[in-house]
């Protein structure tokens, strides 16, 4: 009823007032339209009632003597100063963790607040400082060491002169013995039990879990360096992107430990798995770029099912010298004889040895170079083609081209020439080119750069697939004739 009622106040009064009015007559209008409103009687769950009535049977609730226990938790990272903004400052955290992510948390009704590690062990704890001071809240005990030389300051306090700061530096500090106490933890609010902090200023429990402890064991500094500087470590090799050497470190420091290894022999097998992470990744990136029909090797030809191939030239081949002088390579003979297997051999072979390759057919190039000429990036489509180190074109003469296809493919092989090498399998003879092109003039310019620097591998032999189809013809016709016998 109340919303309703503001509803009806701004559509029937607001709207109403003209410009002239003045504020003891808007006022006045608004009390004469309240005390309209606060008579008015409407219907609630059958009984006809006034905004008075509801109000006097249903009274609002007493605010509570302390606020909801309420905890803010933000994500932070560590600057390489060792701090961690908040709320518009900044808090210092114990050195030897940059770009480590923590979690700043605090009670709305507490004045300290705790940094804590996604282990949830907490590393440092301070008092709150006026949202947006601008101020650097440090704890002694986790000064930042970028910090070390500086004037001392508060977080509060104005700096210190140079003089009392050289007779801070000069004068030998007395060790305490003891601890003493601090400002009381979360939860302790309304108790008289101090709570007791160490040396650095921290709660003794919160050290000891923030070192991965249990509570009451106590932790040699010897031990304490080794897991810091196995941290900070870590942390180095994750900021260079050297993530598998930063997950396999713990793996290979037990290796060390177990096997002695020297310094060198662990810092050389810690980086050997990181380059054999980098280079698996760089020989998947290639594979997918390079779009090759299967996975064949030249170890997957059986040579001696196809006579007609020169094993020694193909051997040869598959050592890539022909790239050093971008030399082409074209596969001519009839359908089933290897020629693909082998284009795709020669592809994976290229691609192992760490160069850019890209397998495509003459039909698939055509049809691109067309598309890409409709839509006006024919400049890219060029670049495209020239930029692989390797090209495979396959299947050149199976389908007929149209009339711009060969001038593509032309376009193609001159932007290649004598700068990068080109794969070409076809079953028409060189002899016959310019029929299967439809353009004399275009089949010799392009045959002309292609031979230019050449190794032309006739194949002449049984097709694959038809020698298949026919030993399984003669496997069955075999377990007939045994059948009928």
Same mark, same amino acid.
């Given at each position: 009823?109340?919303?309703?009622?503001?509803?009806?106040?701004?559509?029937?009064?607001?709207?109403?007032?003209?410009?002239?009015?003045?504020?003891?007559?808007?006022?006045?209008?608004?009390? =004469?339209?309240?005390?309209?409103?606060?008579?008015?009687?409407?219907?609630?769950?059958?009984? =006809?009632?006034?905004?008075?009535?509801?109000?006097?049977?249903?009274?609002?609730?007493?605010?509570?003597?302390?606020?909801?226990?309420?905890?803010?938790?933000?994500?932070?990272?560590?600057?390489?100063?060792?701090?961690?903004?908040?709320?518009?400052?900044?808090?210092?955290?114990?050195?030897?963790?940059?770009?480590?992510?923590?979690?700043?948390?605090?009670?709305?009704?507490?004045? +300290?607040?705790?940094?804590?590690?996604?282990?949830?062990?907490?590393?440092?704890?301070?008092?709150?400082?006026? /949202? %947006?001071?601008?101020?650097?809240?440090?704890?002694? %005990?986790?000064?930042?060491?970028?910090?070390?030389?500086?004037?001392?300051?508060?977080?509060?306090?104005?700096?210190?002169?140079?003089?009392?700061?050289?007779?801070?530096?000069?004068?030998?500090?007395?060790?305490?013995?003891?601890?003493?106490?601090?400002?009381?933890?979360?939860?302790?609010?309304?108790?008289?039990?101090?709570?007791?902090?160490?040396?650095?200023?921290?709660?003794?429990?919160?050290?000891?879990?923030?070192?991965?402890?249990?509570?009451?064991?106590?932790?040699?500094?010897?031990?304490?360096?080794?897991?810091?500087?196995?941290? $900070?470590?870590?942390?180095?090799?994750?900021?260079?992107?050297?993530?598998?050497?930063?997950?396999?470190?713990?793996?290979?420091?037990?290796?060390?430990?177990?096997?002695?290894?020297?310094?060198?022999?662990?810092?050389?097998?810690?980086?050997?798995?990181?380059?054999?992470?980098?280079?698996?990744?760089?020989?998947?990136?290639?594979?997918?770029?390079?779009?090759?029909?299967?996975?064949?090797?030249?170890?997957?030809?059986?040579?001696?099912?196809?006579?007609?191939?020169?094993?020694?030239?193909?051997?040869?081949?598959?050592?890539?010298?022909?790239?050093?002088?971008?030399?082409?390579?074209?596969?001519?003979?009839?359908?089933?004889?290897? =020629?693909?297997?082998?284009?795709?051999?020669?592809?994976?072979?290229?691609?192992?040895?760490?160069?850019?390759? +890209?397998?495509?057919?003459?039909?698939?190039?055509?049809?691109?170079?067309? =598309?890409?000429?409709?839509?006006?990036?024919?400049?890219?489509?060029?670049?495209?083609?020239?930029? /692989?180190?390797?090209?495979?074109?396959?299947?050149?003469? +199976?389908? /007929?081209?149209?009339?711009?296809?060969?001038?593509?493919?032309?376009?193609?092989?001159?932007?290649?020439?004598?700068?990068?090498?080109?794969?070409?399998?076809?079953?028409? %003879?060189?002899?016959?080119?310019?029929?299967?092109? %439809?353009?004399?003039?275009?089949?010799?310019?392009?045959?002309?750069?292609?031979?230019?620097?050449?190794?032309?591998?006739?194949?002449?032999?049984?097709?694959?697939?038809?020698?298949?189809? $026919?030993?399984?013809?003669?496997?069955?016709?075999?377990?007939?004739?045994?059948?009928?016998?």
């Amino acid at each position: 009823m109340v919303e309703k009622a503001n509803h009806i106040a701004a559509q029937r009064w607001w709207r109403t007032v003209p410009d002239h009015l003045s504020v003891e007559q808007a006022q006045s209008g608004v009390d =004469k339209l309240a005390a309209r409103m606060d008579e008015r009687r409407r219907t609630v769950d059958g009984i =006809k009632v006034t905004i008075g009535q509801l109000a006097a049977g249903e009274p609002l609730l007493e605010l509570p003597v302390r606020p909801f226990p309420a905890e803010l938790e933000v994500q932070r990272a560590v600057s390489p100063q060792a701090l961690v903004s908040f709320d518009g400052n900044l808090y210092s955290v114990p050195p030897g963790m940059p770009g480590v992510q923590v979690t700043v948390r605090h009670r709305l009704d507490e004045d +300290y607040l705790h940094i804590v590690t996604a282990g949830r062990a907490v590393i440092a704890r301070h008092r709150r400082a006026a /949202p %947006g001071s601008g101020l650097t809240v440090r704890d002694p %005990g986790t000064s930042s060491p970028w910090n070390a030389r500086s004037s001392p300051r508060s977080a509060t306090g104005p700096p210190a002169s140079r003089k009392s700061a050289a007779r801070s530096r000069t004068r030998p500090r007395p060790r305490p013995t003891g601890c003493e106490d601090g400002p009381p933890g979360p939860g302790d609010a309304g108790r008289d039990r101090p709570v007791h902090l160490c040396r650095r200023g921290r709660p003794a429990a919160d050290r000891t879990r923030s070192q991965g402890e249990t509570p009451g064991v106590s932790t040699s500094p010897t031990q304490m360096s080794e897991a810091r500087r196995f941290q $900070q470590l870590r942390s180095h090799l994750s900021y260079l992107k050297l993530n598998d050497a930063a997950e396999a470190l713990n793996r290979v420091c037990d290796q060390a430990r177990t096997e002695g290894l020297s310094l060198t022999a662990a810092l050389e097998r810690l980086l050997e798995i990181e380059v054999d992470a980098t280079e698996a990744r760089r020989l998947a990136a290639r594979l997918r770029f390079a779009c090759l029909p299967e996975p064949w090797t030249l170890n997957d030809f059986d040579f001696a099912a196809q006579p007609g191939v020169d094993e020694k030239l193909i051997r040869d081949l598959a050592t890539m010298r022909f790239m050093d002088d971008a030399s082409n390579v074209l596969f001519v003979g009839p359908p089933g004889v290897g =020629k693909t297997m082998l284009a795709n051999a020669l592809a994976r072979a290229a691609v192992d040895g760490g160069n850019r390759v +890209y397998f495509t057919t003459a039909a698939e190039l055509a049809a691109k170079c067309h =598309k890409a000429a409709l839509e006006g990036r024919w400049r890219t489509c060029m670049n495209f083609f020239a930029g /692989p180190k390797l090209l495979v074109i396959d299947e050149l003469g +199976y389908l /007929p081209l149209p009339e711009d296809g060969a001038s593509a493919l032309f376009q193609v092989i001159n932007q290649r020439y004598l700068k990068s090498s080109t794969i070409l399998t076809t079953n028409v %003879g060189i002899a016959d080119w310019a029929g299967a092109f %439809g353009d004399a003039t275009v089949a010799a310019a392009m045959l002309d750069r292609l031979l230019h620097r050449a190794t032309v591998v006739g194949i002449d032999g049984p097709s694959y697939r038809l020698r298949g189809h $026919q030993n399984h013809a003669d496997t069955l016709r075999q377990g007939v004739n045994a059948r009928v016998s």
